[in-house]
């Protein structure tokens, strides 16, 4: 339950996907007027201005979101914190391990409906 409608359409918005603020700058839009005065539009600010406040202290580059830092870091220490549940492999990104795991799948990409369909019945 809500206790004031605002917040009820604030909530409705996170289903519609409606984003009635928009950037002056650019066509990004955002759900909730709050986000153009906080972080969310600060990071995106950086877009328009190229500032990349976190520094790399191992090599030169530079970043606008904090996170791309972190993940950067990762090619100076090695760390590989996402890994596959099927194989002893280790990976420094998380999309990386899910194209792997594609690799375990042995459903064909042309199965329908959870069947798997003989390669010399296509066609």
């Given amino acids: 339950a809500f ?3 605002r917040d009820l359409i604030k909530h409705q918005r996170t289903h519609t996907g409606e984003k009635p603020y928009q950037c002056n ?3 990004k839009a955002f759900s909730r007027k ?7 539009l600060i990071k995106h600010q950086r877009t328009h201005t190229g500032e990349k406040p976190y520094h790399c202290n191992q090599c ?7 996170g791309n830092l972190k993940k950067h870091y990762r090619i100076h220490t090695g760390e590989k914190p996402y890994q596959c549940n099927q194989s002893d492999k280790d990976f420094s990104e998380n999309r990386d391990l ?7 799948t042995t459903t064909p990409e042309y199965a329908h409906w959870g069947e798997t369909i003989p390669v010399q019945s296509m066609g």
Avoid: E, V, Y
Wanted: with cysteine.
């Fill in 25 to 27: 700058q650019c066509d």
């Fill in 34 to 40: 709050d986000n153009l005065k906080k972080s969310d």
């Fill in 3 to 5: 206790l004031q409608n």
């Fill in 60 to 66: 030169d580059k530079a970043f606008s979101l904090k």
């Fill in 98 to 104: 899910i194209k792997h795991q594609r690799t375990h």
